[in-house]
């Protein structure tokens, strides 16, 4: 009976294990790793996956079409929407949790709190508050 009590509570115990384990692996939500999630080996796709605006109301991305990101390992990225393409150079702040993309024709900053940065999820938002989500392709 002992034998039998010990090997369910070992069979329980792991279990218990298994399920924390893989919560911890699904919430990301929240984490910002390395910068080279961003950019992968030499570059990394990412496509809009949900988009927010300052009131956290969901905007229709029909009316915006397919939208992606381009992030490239020597410092430049590139944005293109059914309509413009845009490029420039970014810089990372992996502890400020700040990413800055600069419009190479424009010459402007953009400044964006980097919420969640993992292989696959990557959250910006915008000083008022509007936030992307993207997906890596």
Do not use: H
């Amino acid at each position: 009976m002992q034998k039998i009590l010990r090997s369910s509570s070992s069979l329980l115990l792991a279990t218990m294990v298994a399920f924390i384990c893989f919560l911890s692996a699904c919430n990301k939500e929240g984490s910002v790793g390395e910068a080279s999630s961003l950019y992968g080996t030499t570059s990394k796709k990412w496509m809009l996956d949900k988009e927010t605006d300052a009131n956290k109301d969901k905007v229709d991305q029909q009316l915006e079409g397919d939208q992606t990101f381009t992030f490239f390992a020597n410092g430049t990225y590139n944005m293109a929407t059914e309509m413009e393409t845009m490029t420039g150079k970014y810089r990372f702040d992996q502890p400020g949790k700040k990413l800055i993309l600069t419009d190479e024709n424009m010459g402007t900053d953009r400044a964006f709190s980097v919420t969640t940065l993992t292989d696959d999820r990557l959250t910006l938002t915008a000083p008022d508050g509007s936030a992307i989500k993207l997906k890596s392709e």
